[in-house]
């Protein structure tokens, strides 16, 4: 489907690669590629380049990593009529074998290792949604609150700034009140910015700004700053354990129905469909 995943990574090598592209002094960015990605950038041109050209694009979500062990394993079938067939029963028959990397538990990694180094964090973006995915109305800062927790879970945090106060279009406004953070705690630079205005919107953001403040690595981390506030609940063990956050989710956030959709069936039917159009 045209999409880059870096896949042979567990959390300990994905953090570890994470902290080297600190060392050269650019910007980098990094994709949390779940199969709603990869969807949109069918459609999104601009999106595709983003995902493409990311300096990591880690699989979050069990589909990603199912798509390609199952693009793997069907890559050895017989190219015959019974292709179809052989490939479905492929597919219904998967056991996950690699280490799904979720954008949450990166971003509490990453936290974790800039408490213990003296890593720079700067916090952006987020809003509290109600029961119908609406944003709540009210003066919120999300972000801020996300910092207070996370300076209760890692005291020797260096959080730069937090705020929700700007729109993803608002880049001027964001850039500007990023660096007056950083002239005021006395910084040249962010090492970790967490950007959370839904994927695309946040990525683009990224894409378009990060090397202006400028900020070492960038991750887009959608509804991360959700769970670390508070203001949504984390899935019970035993979803998590069977695979079954997304019917969590459906349940306590009816407005994901659309987003869950797209992982699935969707995105399983799509990668399949793929293997049938590129058979002899």
Sequence with gaps: MDINVNFGFNMTEAVEKTEELLQDGKSH??????PEFIIAAQKDAEFRHIVNNADLSLPDGIG??????F?????????DWLFPVRALVCGLTLRLTQER??????????????????YTVFLLGGWPKDFFGKMKVGNFN????????????????????????????DDVYSTDFIQKCMKEHGVSHIDFLFVAYGQVKQESWIYRNSAKIPAKVSIGVGGTFDY?????????????THNLEWLYRLVTQPWRFGRIFNAFPLFPYLVYKSTLKNKN
């Design 71 to 79: 693009l793997n394993k069907v890559a050895s079938l017989k190219k």
């Design 29 to 34: 960015y990094i994709c949390t590629t779940n």
């Design 142 to 169: 999300q972000a801020g609150d996300v910092a207070k927790k996370l300076v209760e879970i890692y005291p020797n945090l260096k959080i730069i700034g937090a705020t929700s106060e700007f729109s993803p279009d």
């Design 101 to 118: 990397i979720s954008g949450v538990s990166l971003f509490h990694e990453l936290c974790s290792l800039s408490s213990k180094k003296g």
């Design 64 to 69: 990603v990593l199912y798509a390609q062990q």
């Design 228 to 240: 670390v506030a508070g203001d949504q609940k984390y899935a019970p063990r035993f979803f998590i």
